[in-house]
């Protein structure tokens, strides 16, 4: 069965880093895509960023040049680094992984930017 697990969410303070880390399991990860989302109480679900089985990337508005997403096909593992945060990126950040036809959520991590 397709796992995915978000971790290292917490709360940080604005202008610092977070990485954020998706073991995932139970496919072929080297050949899927995978994304970033984050949703932000009583918002919409936002995209933050992509990578691709070929490590191209794509980010989102919001945080490109701020967030670096990579990936470890050999740990199944996809990080996303978040420099010089602000407290609009409080939110859940959630794993996407594309795999064949279907889509697969993660949980997600909670990510608090606060004094």
């Known amino acids: 069965q397709v796992q995915l697990v978000e971790s290292g969410g917490g709360l940080v303070q604005p202008g610092g880093s977070l990485r954020l880390s998706c073991a995932a399991s139970g496919f072929d990860f080297s050949s899927s895509e995978m994304s970033w989302y984050r949703q932000a109480p009583g918002k919409e679900r936002e995209f933050a960023a992509r990578?691709?089985?070929?490590?191209?990337?794509e980010y989102g508005p919001s945080v490109r040049g701020r967030f670096v997403i990579s990936r470890d096909n050999a740990k199944n593992t996809v990080y996303l680094q978040m420099n010089d945060v602000n407290p609009s990126d409080t939110g859940i950040y959630r794993c996407?992984?594309?795999?064949?036809?279907?889509?697969?959520w993660g949980r997600g991590t909670q990510v608090t930017v606060s004094t």
């Open positions: 990578i691709s089985e070929n490590h191209s990337q």
């Open positions: 996407l992984a594309h795999v064949r036809r279907d889509f697969y």
